[in-house]
């Protein structure tokens, strides 16, 4: 078992950084992956980024490449999503996830299913 705890979200203007922290309970020896989705309201949540622990393989939603990163320290079992350039679409919840499944492809990585553990999210409003 895994608890995910997320951080860093909060109200922005339009252009604006944020960056997102999600630490992990345990050291991550065991998870494959970790990543971030996102959920608006009304919206079913979806992919924004995640990485392999090696950072062998990283996958990103296209509408936020080039302006999101993600990083992880496996030393203090933390990631990171720094988001810049914000924009009102990127209002959500941001959810931290990860999971000890093999993400092969980028089609398994974008699905919410094949993520075993979930924080319970972090607002970031972005205003116009």
């Known amino acids: 078992q895994v608890l995910l705890e997320e951080s860093g979200g909060g109200l922005v203007q339009a252009g604006d950084s944020l960056r997102l922290s999600c630490a992990a309970s345990?050291?991550?020896?065991?998870?494959?992956?970790m990543g971030w989705f996102r959920q608006a309201p009304g919206k079913e949540r979806e992919f924004v980024v995640a990485?392999?622990?090696?950072?062998?393989?990283?996958w990103y939603e296209d509408s936020v490449k080039g302006r999101f990163t993600i990083s992880t320290d496996n030393a203090n079992n933390t990631m990171y999503l720094q988001m810049d350039k914000l924009k009102p679409e990127d209002t959500a919840v941001y959810y931290c996830?990860?999971?000890?499944?093999?993400?092969?492809?980028?089609?398994?990585?974008?699905?919410?299913?094949?993520?075993?553990?979930w924080g319970q999210g972090t607002q970031v409003t972005v205003s116009s």
């Open positions: 996830a990860a999971t000890s499944i093999i993400l092969r492809t980028a089609m398994v990585a974008f699905n919410p299913r094949k993520y075993e553990y």
């Open positions: 345990r050291p991550t020896l065991g998870i494959y992956a």
């Open positions: 990485a392999s622990r090696t950072r062998a393989s990283t």
